[in-house]
């Protein structure tokens, strides 16, 4: 997808939230490739993205899957902030991980340590869930492993309405990136229901307040 390079700077743009000023080149042979990958990558640049081996033009076009995920991957984690006063000396995966450890406190057989390993049990997106919704699961009685797992995916899906989009067996294969990527879902839908928590209470108060008044 990201092999004429137009796609892959749409998504920085996405992801920065800032407009390249570069214009495209609208050819179809594969020297007009090259120029958007190169003006892609430049672009990258200039938002301060960084990895150890900064990947050619040949490699998006060539489809080479190692260098394109690595920095793809780098792009995300530039960009991705956990909370409105997030700690800059901090990275996105090191924030997650602090965000997690927070909100799982005291939870017995929950010890927050690294991606993904912390999280294959199941037990700490269960954790996650019963810290603000305790109804929708019955942690004392859990067990970990599929059934805390699966747990997990149901309490997601009426929590914020996270789509079981995967199976239990694949959640256990996750890697490191796969896992931020998946607990990183938590924390923008459970921020969602948060924001729809306190616009109800607010109206609440309005409502309470209309009412005395008359």
């Given amino acids: 997808g990201f092999g004429d390079g137009k796609v892959f700077g749409a998504f920085l743009e996405a992801l920065s939230e800032t407009p390249c000023d570069d214009k495209w080149n609208k050819g179809k042979m594969r020297v007009a490739h090259v120029d958007n990958v190169n003006m892609s990558l430049e672009f990258a640049k200039k938002l301060g ?27 995300i984690l530039k960009f991705l902030k956990f909370g409105d006063d997030a700690d800059e000396s901090l990275s996105a995966k090191d924030a997650l991980l602090m965000w997690v450890a927070n909100k799982t406190a005291g939870y017995k057989g929950v010890s927050i340590e690294k991606f993904p390993n912390s999280f294959k049990d199941g ?3 269960c954790a996650l869930i019963h810290s603000s919704r305790p109804k929708l699961i019955d942690y004392d009685n859990l067990e970990a492993g599929d059934k805390a797992i699966e747990a997990s995916f149901d309490g997601a899906e009426k929590y914020f309405e996270m789509e079981k989009f995967i199976t239990v067996d694949e ?10 990527v998946y607990v990183s879902d938590y924390y923008y839908g459970m921020a969602r229901e948060r924001k729809k ?18």
């Avoid at 150890?52 to 260098?67: L, V, W």
């Avoid at 209470?201 to 307040?209: A, E, N, S, T, Y």
């Fill in 171 to 180: 959640f256990k294969r996750f890697d490191e990136i796969s896992m931020v």
């Fill in 197 to 214: 928590d306190r616009a109800a209470r607010r109206i609440g108060k309005v409502v309470k307040f209309t009412k005395e008044m008359d």
């Fill in 49 to 75: 993205i960084t990895v150890k081996n900064f990947p050619q033009a040949t490699d998006f076009i060539d489809g080479q899957e190692r260098p394109v995920l690595g920095f793809v991957w780098a792009c």
């Fill in 123 to 125: 037990l700490a997106l």
